[in-house]
């Protein structure tokens, strides 16, 4: 709990509608995107400009009081998860563009404007931002920051870290740290990588300067079905290994194909084990020549059916299925639960095989949604919460499907983020010196651990109680390094 | 073979001796001077992995970038940062090497060594990029994870081998450009591109200004662009991607096609004109619409606009006043370092942490001290 003398001090610091502390006003920020964890804070501050940020930072530094920064809420980790005796620091109020440049292509904002609304600004100048993650109406840029967010055009456009190039930021004793610059790099490390990705545990971000690219002239998406979900994931290979790489290449399971269909109508086919999606983009010739390549390599790869999107109508409509598969598996029970591990795209037939198996064990039904081009998979546990059990059971099963992942040669969290969510399987994926050295990067900035305290890196005594060193198959993670 | 640096590391962690970490020692001008016992990475040579249809490849620090860059061409495939390799010391070779014959040829033999010595390790420790880098990214752009061996000879793994990955802070990131001085990297994988199927240079007789707003122009608009240079009146413009989107893109922007294309920008690459020999030779990293500097020396623009080269003998500190002018920061590239250091000073906040992040992973400050900043 927070002291009455804290509370008034904030109070002091912002106008009264900038700090809730009403229970009924609290209700809307107990969890990000993942409303499985939930917890009401103590106190919500919404500051209206950067100075109000770092004195809410001073305060709470010289109270030793912790803070959760949150944007706009939709993360899937529960990295905006409020923590108890914790101040809330919501920045969806700072949501100035500030300025667009459109010679220099490059946008400077506060952390609080969605990410599609820097490319409907930049749009008149025929210029966009191009890390578009599904929450792309509703999320900020500020959380894209935090979360190194991407999207499905990640493999020809890179992540957020290779989108942005200077960020202001506020370490927990309200200090200024002004981060990159209008160039393209900067002396010393590179504190503008460190910063993105971190969670919200090394500092508050108060404005970003992202890159702006040209419009591509076209883009034109094939569709294609196959029988085996194997051939489809080789074609994707076939693909790249041909000179392309596409502006977006989905793949989808029989059971998110038939969910998507039976929700939009996108004009799937039915009977089919797996579907890939292959947009290109860039110069129009380049397009014309690409689309071509693609389509045979999908005829060689042994697609059943191809069909090349013939208007843009049509190409939204393929996307249509895509863009609606969450909701679509939504319908399939009252709840899903959303993973994101990565693996090495070769595995993915034996990696969907595995969790076929689990699905059979754990009795939970799997809809396979998959960012095939940089093998982002995002599995969909299906489940029912009111069912005692099932919301544990679903969580278990998760897990061990994040540390199939790891098995494979991949990783935890593609685009989603550990926060409190992914906090075990962390300790799959690392060993104690590298969690350590986590620990040491945090200190370097917030040597009190105050900002999201308890998120993205597990204490090593935890992953001992855990239990989550885990032997694979009577080998320890990493036997390839030295212990000492 | 790991193991021995891993020893050696900690022995120097124990006995406070300093590092001088090495690879082809290609980059050796490259930052402040630092003195102590050599570690050379070329013993951890050759590629752990290579898949082409998951363009990712993991080697050893000490391969050299010439056998990687080998590799990835048998499959069309290439580093897309397009790594300066520079001259460096010639590699020990068994065969006989025979010296260029004077006359037609023997300079461009000599300042474009076929056999460079860059290797991996120093290639992303440098953190240095080439023509292509504001097209398609920097050399921390294409990290995907590291084994390193930090300053306490502590074996550690970061990242890994798959594009997108977002566990944990982004350590191997910051191991680009950190010029060793947080761990001795031993392995990298990077992301690796298809080369484009076509390629043409252009060049256009345009003065500076001129060329600075259409670099920045031709960067808006969906053109095929994968370099630009501009020096003594003449823009260059490489156009690179499907033969088809080349062909229509050189019929827009008209120019004269340039015949020695890849050895013109190669040398550029790894600074084999006279242009760079001049010292003390300065790097401008600057806004890329920034107007012409008129420092009063002959510059060599780069980036789209966002590097300008020149050697001057003014004051750091009104180059690098300049360049901060500029929205960017200025670096001595080659010659002696004025004695706040090679590169522009940090910001007191900024260097708090960089003083934080040192002490965290070389506590004793062993590895390459000095080489980055003065100070550690």
Redesign the interface.
Same mark, same amino acid.
């Given at each position: 709990m927070l002291s009455p003398a804290f509370l008034s001090q904030l109070r002091k610091l912002l106008p009264d509608h900038c700090v809730l502390h009403a229970r009924e006003d609290l209700v809307p920020f107990e969890s990000d995107g993942l409303s499985a964890y939930r917890n009401t804070p103590d106190v919500v501050a919404l500051p209206e400009n950067e100075s109000q940020v770092a004195a809410i930072l001073r305060l709470c530094h010289a109270n030793q009081v912790a803070v959760v920064a949150r944007g706009a809420g939709t993360g899937l980790a529960a990295g905006a998860l409020p923590v108890d005796g914790a101040v809330l620091l919501v920045l969806s109020k700072l949501n100035q563009i500030r300025h667009i440049?459109?010679? !220099?292509?490059t946008a400077t904002v506060q952390p609080g404007v969605r990410n599609l609304a820097i490319s409907e600004a930049a749009a008149v100048?025929?210029?966009y931002y191009a890390p578009d993650p599904s929450s792309q109406i509703a999320c900020s840029i500020g959380g894209n920051v935090a979360?190194?967010s /991407?999207g499905v055009h990640?493999?020809k456009y890179?992540?957020t870290?290779?989108n942005i190039l200077k960020l202001r930021a506020w &370490?927990i004793d309200g200090?200024?740290?002004?981060?990159g610059? +209008?160039?393209? %790099?900067?002396?010393?490390?590179?504190?503008l990588?460190?910063m &993105?990705?971190?969670e919200g545990m090394?500092a508050v971000i108060t404005e970003v300067t992202v890159k702006l690219l040209?419009?591509?002239?076209r883009a034109q998406v094939v569709l294609a079905a196959f029988d085996d979900v194997a051939k489809a994931g080789a074609a994707v @290979?076939?693909i =790249?290994?041909a000179?392309? =790489?596409p502006a977006g290449l989905e793949m989808m399971d029989r059971l998110a194909i038939q969910a998507a269909e039976a929700f939009v109508h996108a004009g799937y086919q039915l009977d089919c084990e797996a579907l890939l999606l292959c947009e290109v983009d860039?110069?129009?010739?380049?397009v014309? %020549? +690409?689309i071509l390549t693609v389509h045979d390599v999908l005829a060689a790869s042994g697609a059943t059916e191809i069909h090349t999107a013939e208007s843009e109508e049509q190409r939204l409509k393929f996307w249509a299925g895509r863009k609606a598969a969450f909701p679509a598996v939504g319908r399939l029970a009252p709840d899903y639960y959303c993973m994101d591990g &990565? =693996?090495?795209?070769?595995r993915l037939p034996h990696v969907l095989k595995r969790i076929g198996e689990m699905s059979a064990e754990y009795g939970l039904p799997v809809a396979n949604v998959f960012?095939a081009g940089?093998?982002?998979l995002h599995p969909l546990i299906l489940f029912d919460a009111n069912l005692p059990g099932e919301l544990a059971k679903a969580e278990a099963f998760g897990g061990k499907i994040l540390e199939l992942c790891v098995e494979a /040669? @991949?990783? =935890?969290?593609?685009? $989603?983020?550990?926060g409190l969510e992914?906090i075990r399987q962390?300790c799959a994926?690392?060993?104690p010196?590298?969690l350590a050295?986590?620990h040491?990067?945090? !200190? !370097?900035?917030d040597p009190d651990t105050l900002l999201n305290p308890g998120k !993205?890196?597990p204490e090593l005594h935890r992953c001992a109680e855990w239990g989550a060193m885990h032997v694979h198959g009577g080998q320890l993670a $990493?036997p390839e390094?030295?212990r000492? | 073979m790991?193991?021995e640096f891993?020893d050696r590391i900690r022995s120097a962690h124990a006995a406070n001796t300093p590092l001088v970490i090495q690879g082809g020692g290609s980059k050796d001008f490259y930052g402040n001077a630092h003195e102590g016992e050599v570690l050379n990475t070329r013993a951890l040579t050759g590629v752990v992995d290579y898949?082409?249809?998951?363009?990712?490849l993991t080697a050893q620090a000490g391969t050299p970038l010439a056998e990687i860059e080998a590799l990835l061409a048998e499959?069309?495939q290439m580093l897309a940062f397009e790594p300066p390799h520079f001259g460096g010391n010639p590699l020990p070779n068994p065969l006989p090497n025979p010296l260029p014959q004077a006359g037609e040829g023997a300079n461009d033999a000599l300042r474009a060594p076929k056999s460079s010595n860059a290797t991996l390790g120093g290639c992303i420790a440098a953190?240095l990029s080439g023509p292509r880098?504001?097209y398609a990214?920097?050399a921390?752009?294409f990290v995907l994870g590291v084994r390193m061996i930090?300053g306490t000879g502590?074996?550690?793994?970061?990242g890994?081998?798959?594009?997108?990955?977002?566990?944990?802070?982004?350590?191997s990131?910051?191991m680009?450009?950190?010029l060793g001085t947080?761990g001795l990297i031993t392995e990298v994988s990077l992301k690796v591109?298809?080369?484009p199927?076509a390629e043409t240079t252009l060049q256009f007789e345009l003065d500076e200004t001129a060329a600075i707003?259409n670099m920045?122009?031709w960067?808006?608009?969906? *053109?095929?662009l994968s370099a630009t240079s501009w020096h003594a009146g003449l823009l260059t413009v490489r156009l690179s991607?499907?033969?088809?989107?080349v062909?229509?893109?050189q019929a827009r922007l008209g120019g004269e096609w340039l015949h020695d294309a890849a050895a013109f920008w190669q040398r550029l690459r790894d600074q084999a004109t006279p242009f760079f020999d001049k010292r003390p030779l300065w790097r401008l990293?600057?806004?890329?619409?920034t107007p012409p500097l008129n420092l009063g020396s002959a510059e060599w623009i780069e980036?789209g606009g966002?590097?300008r080269w020149l050697a001057s003998d003014l004051p750091a500190a009104t180059l690098r006043d300049a360049a901060k002018t500029?929205?960017?920061?200025a670096?001595l590239f080659r010659g002696t370092a004025p004695v706040d250091g090679a590169?522009?000073?940090?910001?007191p906040?900024?260097l708090t *942490?960089?003083r934080? *992040?040192k002490?965290?992973?070389d506590p004793k400050g062993i590895l390459n001290r000095g080489r980055?900043?003065p100070e550690f």
């Amino acid at each position: 709990m927070l002291s009455p003398a804290f509370l008034s001090q904030l109070r002091k610091l912002l106008p009264d509608h900038c700090v809730l502390h009403a229970r009924e006003d609290l209700v809307p920020f107990e969890s990000d995107g993942l409303s499985a964890y939930r917890n009401t804070p103590d106190v919500v501050a919404l500051p209206e400009n950067e100075s109000q940020v770092a004195a809410i930072l001073r305060l709470c530094h010289a109270n030793q009081v912790a803070v959760v920064a949150r944007g706009a809420g939709t993360g899937l980790a529960a990295g905006a998860l409020p923590v108890d005796g914790a101040v809330l620091l919501v920045l969806s109020k700072l949501n100035q563009i500030r300025h667009i440049d459109p010679l !220099a292509r490059t946008a400077t904002v506060q952390p609080g404007v969605r990410n599609l609304a820097i490319s409907e600004a930049a749009a008149v100048h025929g210029l966009y931002y191009a890390p578009d993650p599904s929450s792309q109406i509703a999320c900020s840029i500020g959380g894209n920051v935090a979360e190194n967010s /991407g999207g499905v055009h990640c493999l020809k456009y890179g992540l957020t870290v290779h989108n942005i190039l200077k960020l202001r930021a506020w &370490t927990i004793d309200g200090q200024l740290l002004e981060i990159g610059n +209008d160039t393209l %790099d900067s002396p010393g490390y590179d504190l503008l990588a460190l910063m &993105t990705g971190s969670e919200g545990m090394l500092a508050v971000i108060t404005e970003v300067t992202v890159k702006l690219l040209p419009r591509p002239q076209r883009a034109q998406v094939v569709l294609a079905a196959f029988d085996d979900v194997a051939k489809a994931g080789a074609a994707v @290979g076939n693909i =790249i290994a041909a000179g392309v =790489i596409p502006a977006g290449l989905e793949m989808m399971d029989r059971l998110a194909i038939q969910a998507a269909e039976a929700f939009v109508h996108a004009g799937y086919q039915l009977d089919c084990e797996a579907l890939l999606l292959c947009e290109v983009d860039g110069v129009n010739e380049e397009v014309s %020549d +690409d689309i071509l390549t693609v389509h045979d390599v999908l005829a060689a790869s042994g697609a059943t059916e191809i069909h090349t999107a013939e208007s843009e109508e049509q190409r939204l409509k393929f996307w249509a299925g895509r863009k609606a598969a969450f909701p679509a598996v939504g319908r399939l029970a009252p709840d899903y639960y959303c993973m994101d591990g &990565t =693996i090495p795209r070769a595995r993915l037939p034996h990696v969907l095989k595995r969790i076929g198996e689990m699905s059979a064990e754990y009795g939970l039904p799997v809809a396979n949604v998959f960012h095939a081009g940089d093998g982002n998979l995002h599995p969909l546990i299906l489940f029912d919460a009111n069912l005692p059990g099932e919301l544990a059971k679903a969580e278990a099963f998760g897990g061990k499907i994040l540390e199939l992942c790891v098995e494979a /040669g @991949g990783t =935890i969290t593609g685009e $989603h983020g550990v926060g409190l969510e992914k906090i075990r399987q962390m300790c799959a994926q690392f060993a104690p010196p590298e969690l350590a050295r986590f620990h040491d990067v945090k !200190a !370097a900035f917030d040597p009190d651990t105050l900002l999201n305290p308890g998120k !993205a890196v597990p204490e090593l005594h935890r992953c001992a109680e855990w239990g989550a060193m885990h032997v694979h198959g009577g080998q320890l993670a $990493h036997p390839e390094l030295p212990r000492f | 073979m790991l193991t021995e640096f891993v020893d050696r590391i900690r022995s120097a962690h124990a006995a406070n001796t300093p590092l001088v970490i090495q690879g082809g020692g290609s980059k050796d001008f490259y930052g402040n001077a630092h003195e102590g016992e050599v570690l050379n990475t070329r013993a951890l040579t050759g590629v752990v992995d290579y898949q082409p249809k998951e363009l990712v490849l993991t080697a050893q620090a000490g391969t050299p970038l010439a056998e990687i860059e080998a590799l990835l061409a048998e499959h069309e495939q290439m580093l897309a940062f397009e790594p300066p390799h520079f001259g460096g010391n010639p590699l020990p070779n068994p065969l006989p090497n025979p010296l260029p014959q004077a006359g037609e040829g023997a300079n461009d033999a000599l300042r474009a060594p076929k056999s460079s010595n860059a290797t991996l390790g120093g290639c992303i420790a440098a953190g240095l990029s080439g023509p292509r880098r504001p097209y398609a990214g920097a050399a921390r752009d294409f990290v995907l994870g590291v084994r390193m061996i930090d300053g306490t000879g502590q074996p550690l793994r970061f990242g890994g081998q798959v594009i997108k990955n977002v566990a944990g802070y982004d350590v191997s990131r910051l191991m680009a450009g950190a010029l060793g001085t947080l761990g001795l990297i031993t392995e990298v994988s990077l992301k690796v591109l298809p080369k484009p199927a076509a390629e043409t240079t252009l060049q256009f007789e345009l003065d500076e200004t001129a060329a600075i707003e259409n670099m920045n122009r031709w960067a808006g608009q969906p *053109l095929p662009l994968s370099a630009t240079s501009w020096h003594a009146g003449l823009l260059t413009v490489r156009l690179s991607g499907a033969e088809s989107a080349v062909h229509a893109a050189q019929a827009r922007l008209g120019g004269e096609w340039l015949h020695d294309a890849a050895a013109f920008w190669q040398r550029l690459r790894d600074q084999a004109t006279p242009f760079f020999d001049k010292r003390p030779l300065w790097r401008l990293a600057v806004k890329p619409t920034t107007p012409p500097l008129n420092l009063g020396s002959a510059e060599w623009i780069e980036w789209g606009g966002a590097v300008r080269w020149l050697a001057s003998d003014l004051p750091a500190a009104t180059l690098r006043d300049a360049a901060k002018t500029a929205g960017g920061h200025a670096a001595l590239f080659r010659g002696t370092a004025p004695v706040d250091g090679a590169f522009a000073p940090l910001a007191p906040a900024l260097l708090t *942490l960089h003083r934080n *992040l040192k002490q965290r992973f070389d506590p004793k400050g062993i590895l390459n001290r000095g080489r980055l900043h003065p100070e550690f």
